[in-house]
């Protein structure tokens, strides 16, 4: 016996706020890079950015990310009731690392990856602690 049923449906697209921005999410003191944030299929028209912490980075109007100090930071772009979240580890080149970390935030998935001796992976996972409870503020 053969069943045949046949079915339609609708493909629609997700409203989101697609980011880029040059690099690999590390930063020296004074550094500067570009988001550049795209929505698609939003009902706002309008971005808004804001930083964590500016005692670390600073983010204009516009998305410009300047680096002003060493840690870690998140950069949120909203759009209504879209957010999407960029981190930033920010380094001060005067001095050595021997590890990094990248951190990058979207739609609620948090993704990172460290590099360097463990001791050095320790150090950075205490900053890390340390950013998942300013993110508890965000």
Do not use: C
């Amino acid at each position: 016996q053969t069943i045949v049923d046949s079915f339609e449906f609708e493909v629609q697209e997700r409203d989101m706020i697609n980011v880029t921005y040059p690099g690999n999410g590390v930063l020296d003191i004074e550094e500067t890079v570009q988001i550049d944030a795209i929505l698609q299929g939003a009902s706002s028209n309008t971005i808004e950015y804001s930083s964590s912490d500016e005692s670390i980075a600073t983010v204009n109007s516009n998305g410009l990310v300047t680096a002003v100090g060493e840690g870690l930071v998140i950069i949120t772009i909203k759009s209504g009731d879209l957010v999407t979240e960029v981190g930033f580890t920010v380094l001060d080149d005067s001095k050595e690392y021997s590890a990094l970390m990248k951190l990058l935030i979207e739609n609620n998935i948090t993704r990172f990856e460290i590099k360097g001796r463990a001791k050095s992976i320790y150090s950075i996972y205490k900053r890390f602690r340390t950013w998942k409870k300013a993110k508890n503020h965000i």
